[in-house]
Structures are given as C-alpha cells and as structure tokens.
C-alpha cells in the first residue's frame, strides 16, 4: 500500500445516477482533478490531494461528497474508503446500502476485514481461479493470505499466484487514471399510464432504437454498448447493460439488444412508467471496425436504412422508419 494514499470508490444509487452520470463526475472533479470514470454509474477518486485543501481526513470528505450529491442531485450514493482502490471497491461493496465505509490504513485492520471474504470477491480473480483455490480448501480471502506462496504457485503458476498473494493481503499498486466518461447518446419514452403490455413495452424500445440509430449515423458514430433503464410506478428503477457484439448504429442491432435486456428482467405484471436507453462508448464509426455479412438480406436492410435516413433528412423524421415505432400508430 502507497503511504498516505486514500482512495474513494463511489457508486451513485438510482436511475438518475446513470442519466446524470457526467454531472456527478463534474461534481467529484470539483474536489479533486484525479477522477477515473467507471460507467455507468461509478468512479474512483484518489483524495490525499484534497485533504489539507478541505481540512477534512477521507472519511468525512467522503461525507461531504455523499451531501453533495443529495443536495444538488437528488442521488445518494455509497463510498469506499481505503489507502487503493481494491480496498475502497470491496467497503462500498460492503455496505446494504447508502453510506460511508472506511477501511483503515492499518495492517491488522486490513488481515480482519478481508479474511472471511470469499476468494472471488477480489477484483480480479475470476470464477475459474476461484474455483481452483476452494478445490484445495483455500475459500476465503484469509486463507489465501494465509497459504505458503509456493503452495498458490502450484495451484496457480507462479504470475497469477504471486497477483493473487498480493490482493489477499489487501496489496494494490493500481493508479487512479484521470478519464473522462465515454461518450453517450439517451432516448427515453414515458408511458401516460403504468404500461403492463410487454408487447407494448417492445414497441417503445424499437422507437428508441430507431432514434437512437438515425442521431448515430447522421453524426457518423457507432456505440459499442447499450443501457437499458426501466422505471416503474413506485419510482424505483431497473438498470441493465450489455456490449454489443460489434460497434454499431445499425437499429435492427441496437433493438435486438434493447429486446434482450428487456426480455431477461421478467417483468411479467410490472407497472412501466417509462423505458430509456443509452447508447454508450460511442466511436467514430470511420475507425470502427465492422464484421463482414454474407447475408443478402442484411446488405438490403441496410440499403433501405440509409435510404430511410435520407427521407428523414428532407421531408421530417417520421417520413420513414420501422412500421412497429409507436410514432406509427
């Protein structure tokens, strides 16, 4: 651990979160300028810069991020606070809900509070290291920490075993990396009632794919992921997101993906409000590298797409588009 170093690791709460995701980030960049971007509704923050500035130590800066946030937003959010960023990531993960949780720049204090920790809560050891360390009884954070190194070599080749050692004892060199959120594009439909009919619901998503997808192609860029919010009646929300198989403003693509995370929530007798989606990490779609189709019938939809588009352009944007938009009905 890097002597005097304390990092933030802040996950804002809610479906406005996502929306007002790079005015939050503006708000953390009003405390310090080392701000690392987590879309979609994350960011790590290294504070020792700002401490002597605010009179504060990381705990309370924290707090005062968390006030922030609510007065000027409406959002809450949880903060991790640790001397890196593993540490900052698993407090926040630790909390059941809004808050601050501090892990102190203290060894002992650091051995306690990852020891009964499951092995692959360490960001950056995945199910099949997991697995191949409770195969030997190694299950928990502590145990690991605990093990001779030539015993996690044998199990996990000497790279990955030495990586491992280090995040069991709460040991990350990782910098917080100034980054500015991937760029983004937003459409959202609000129902003038709780809509119950999924068919319905699919008829908005294609509406906002097909707006999403023209806004895309007339500025010449593609997205490589796609965010789905729903909102319900009672206020609260559902985010879900998903990288597309390729970067792309092609609408058939970005509705198949919206129909995809929509259909995986279930939302059988939910009351729908509203539904949004993102398009996110957008590129220009020159550099963007695109799989060749030997499928006809693609080539000629996406014919007819950019025919579309130039209707659109001249005679308005519901000249043409796809029968099911609801602009249609």
Not at 2 to 29: D, E, M, S
Not at 264 to 280: P, T
């Amino acid at each position: 651990m890097t002597a005097g170093r304390r990092v933030l690791h802040i996950r804002f709460l809610g479906a406005a979160a996502v929306a007002g995701y790079p005015a939050l980030l503006r708000l953390l960049h009003g405390i310090t300028p080392v701000v690392q971007a987590l879309p979609p509704d994350a960011a790590l923050a290294d504070v020792r810069g700002a401490l002597r500035y605010f009179g504060r130590d990381a705990a309370r800066l924290a707090a005062l991020i968390r006030v922030r946030t609510l007065a000027l937003h409406g959002t809450d959010c949880v903060i991790g606070v640790a001397a890196n960023p593993l540490l900052a990531r698993l407090a926040a993960d630790g909390l059941g809900g809004p808050g601050v949780a501090e892990v102190p720049d203290d060894p002992a204090a650091v051995a306690a509070f990852l020891a009964g920790l499951p092995t692959d809560a360490l960001h950056g050891v995945g199910p099949a290291t997991a697995r191949a360390l409770s195969s030997y009884g190694l299950d928990t954070v502590g145990r690991v920490a605990a093990a001779p190194p030539a015993t996690l070599q044998r199990i996990l080749g000497a790279a990955t075993a030495r990586r491992v050692h280090a995040l069991a004892r709460g040991v990350d060199p990782t910098p917080v990396t100034p980054s500015a959120p991937p760029r983004s594009a937003s459409a959202e439909h609000r129902f003038g009632h709780d809509e119950l009919d999924p068919g319905t619901r699919r008829r908005a998503l294609l509406t906002l794919a097909d707006e999403l997808g023209y806004r895309l192609r007339g500025e010449g860029q593609v997205a490589r992921s796609l965010t789905l919010t729903v909102r319900y009646a009672d206020r609260s929300a559902t985010t879900r997101g998903r990288t597309l198989p390729e970067p792309t403003a092609h609408t058939p693509a970005l509705a198949g993906l919206a129909y995809a995370l929509h259909d995986a929530l279930g939302l059988q007798r939910a009351r729908v409000r509203a539904v949004a989606l993102r398009a996110e990490d957008l590129v220009d779609a020159a550099h963007a590298a695109r799989q060749l189709s030997l499928d006809p019938a693609d080539e000629r939809r996406r014919r007819a797409e950019a025919a579309a588009d130039r209707a659109r352009r001249l005679f308005g944007r519901k000249a043409a588009g796809p029968a099911a938009n609801l602009d249609a009905a």
